[in-house]
């Protein structure tokens, strides 16, 4: 299993100067004004840890957590200019977790050589894109921040989650639990840290940092969480089920 991010980690935009005949006494400065916003970006960086009761699960799991910072005055958020993929292959989602900005489209390929119906029941970005047999398959809008579920209606184990953010500053930890965020504007700001199987944890933060920021989650839910179908449903036995759906 693997796990994509996308964030646009770039502080600001240079205005470059007009040529000589057209240059004014005003384009100088806003060369200047330009360059000094790119220089007030900073990074941050620190390790995730996962726990139980109190003791670390030194777990590679931890690359599967999204890591991402809201500074106090709203930044610029665009979509994805293409639209993003979480796969069906040998009946996983991959990547299992997919971050995006807000209004971003995602695409659900079929690789599998049988049937996957793929829905979601989370709120304002609920979905059900039907049942569907292996090939490009069908793509999905995000337009509403917030943590998608993602299942299969046909088989039970298969569970994702995309992160649907207002913010362009996010990635996601190595598999040592280091993380580094570049390009964040310096001054107050939040710090998320989410997991699928741990509640976020968030911290009130300054850019810079002082020290790298060291988050601990404790691991409380099931690898796979207690679901229905997008009836309402519990699931068929899947040996119970046709070998269109196998």
């Known amino acids: 299993m693997d796990l994509h991010f996308r964030g646009n980690f770039a502080p600001g935009r240079l205005v470059r100067p007009v040529g000589r005949r057209g240059r ?30 109190g003791k670390s699960l030194n777990s590679a799991d931890v690359r599967y957590a999204v890591v991402y910072y809201k500074p106090k005055s709203a930044a610029a958020v665009r979509p994805a200019a293409e639209p993003l993929e979480m796969a069906m292959r040998k009946k996983e989602f991959v990547p299992r977790v997919l971050a995006i900005t807000r209004g971003s489209t995602v695409r659900f390929p079929n690789t599998d050589p049988i049937l996957h119906n793929v829905f979601s029941v989370s709120g304002e970005n609920q979905f059900d894109l039907g049942l569907y047999a292996q090939g490009h398959g069908k ?43 570049a390009g964040v504007p310096e001054g107050e700001g939040t710090l998320v840290v989410w997991h699928e199987r741990s509640e976020p944890w968030s911290a009130e933060v300054h850019v810079p940092a002082a020290a790298p ?15 229905l179908n997008k009836f309402g449903k519990p699931y068929k036995q899947e040996t119970g089920l046709g070998k269109d759906y196998r």
């Open 24 to 53: 004014g006494p005003g384009a100088g400065l806003l060369f200047l004004l330009a360059f000094a916003g790119a220089a007030r970006a900073a990074e941050l960086s620190g390790s995730v840890e996962l726990v139980a009761e």
């Open 139 to 181: 793509a999905w809008k995000f337009a509403n921040p917030g943590v998608v579920r993602v299942y299969c209606n046909v088989h039970h184990s298969m569970v994702a989650y995309i992160l649907v953010l207002d913010t362009p500053y996010f990635a996601s930890p190595e598999t040592d639990g280091k993380f580094h965020l």
């Open 213 to 227: 920021i060291a988050a601990r989650l404790e691991v409380t839910r099931p690898q796979v969480p207690p679901h």
